[in-house]
């Protein structure tokens, strides 16, 4: 493995950071690593560590160029902000890469962005095109969804019995964060993925029919789920605090699950990393030990 530099953007927040370790323990040396973000007060200690810690405001080109300075490979996470500014933030990254001379940018995009009708498999797309019409060499990671997304919403479900949402009987192919950090840091130390588009997700699927019931059977309490209509959905995001906007997005999102959208049995998580990834089961367990 002959690395010069991987920036991993992003690396304040929870996947980037997965990544950050993945990547040493991969034996990426930390004087390799460019872990950037926003506000780089969280990531002091990675700098502690001898990983190079740099400032990336996607809204600030400028700094942008900055921060991506000697780099040779490039993991563009993409961005936690509003949607309709995640594209606008995507290209100027992508745009700061290819100035810097980056050769090989490897982009967290979603399930089928390519023909997903969601909002948010729409900002992807739109970002997998652009970095098409700049050519810089790419690769796509298609990730699926979080198995964090239900895990981390278990305290929840428990109290209400039920798990809500609008998916239907749409089967999900979700994996863990760390799995997906992993799938990353295997692309970004490796020859041979320029170009590839990998369809991540768990080997084993779920509908929420299923998910409730694996929760009951783990919890050892009765757990159903509620299929609401996507509105419906949104306006009960929406009365937990969740934003007016966030809430409709990620009630699209199970608009979406309900077309398949989050289905995969590609297999490609499994063979980037090696191993089967974490199971719903084992996620479940995991959380509830905690």
């Known amino acids: 493995m ?56 996607f ?25 309709g500014e995640r594209v606008a933030n995507h290209r100027r990254v992508i745009d700061a890469a290819a100035s810097a001379g980056v050769s090989l940018v490897a982009y967290t995009s979603t399930t089928h962005a390519d023909t997903a009708t969601t909002v948010i498999g729409a900002t992807h797309g739109e970002t997998e095109a652009y970095l098409r019409d700049r050519g810089i060499p790419s690769v796509l990671l298609r990730n699926g969804w979080y198995l964090e997304n239900y895990t981390s919403q278990l305290p929840q479900i428990l109290q209400n019995g039920a798990v809500v949402g609008a998916a239907g009987e749409g089967r999900i192919s979700a994996a863990s964060r760390a799995d997906y950090a992993e799938a990353a840091a295997a692309v970004l130390t490796a020859e041979g993925h320029t170009g590839a588009v990998y369809e991540l ?12 019931a694996a929760i009951s059977a783990a919890a050892g309490k009765q757990v159903a789920y509620a ?25 699209d999102a199970d608009r979406g699950m309900s077309r398949g959208e989050m289905f995969t049995d590609s297999g490609d998580l499994r063979r980037l990393i090696g191993r089967p990834p974490v199971t719903l089961a084992e996620a479940l367990a995991a959380a509830l030990h905690d």
Do not use: H, N, Y
């Open 227 to 251: 299929d609401l209509p996507v509105a419906d959905f949104a306006q009960v995001l929406a009365s937990a605090g969740l934003p007016a906007e966030l809430a409709e997005v990620l009630a």
């Open 201 to 212: 997700g768990g080997d084993e699927s779920f509908t929420l029919t299923e998910l409730a």
């Open 2 to 57: 002959t690395i010069m530099s991987i920036v991993v953007t992003g690396a304040t927040g929870q996947l980037g950071r997965l990544t950050v370790e993945a990547l040493l323990r991969r034996g990426v040396p930390a004087a390799d690593i460019i872990a950037t973000g926003r506000d780089i007060a969280g990531i002091k200690d990675l700098a502690d560590r001898g990983i190079t810690v740099r400032r990336a405001d």
């Open 59 to 83: 809204a600030d080109p400028d700094g942008l160029a900055e921060a991506f300075a000697g780099a040779e490979r490039l993991l563009l996470i993409s961005a936690s902000v509003p949607v």
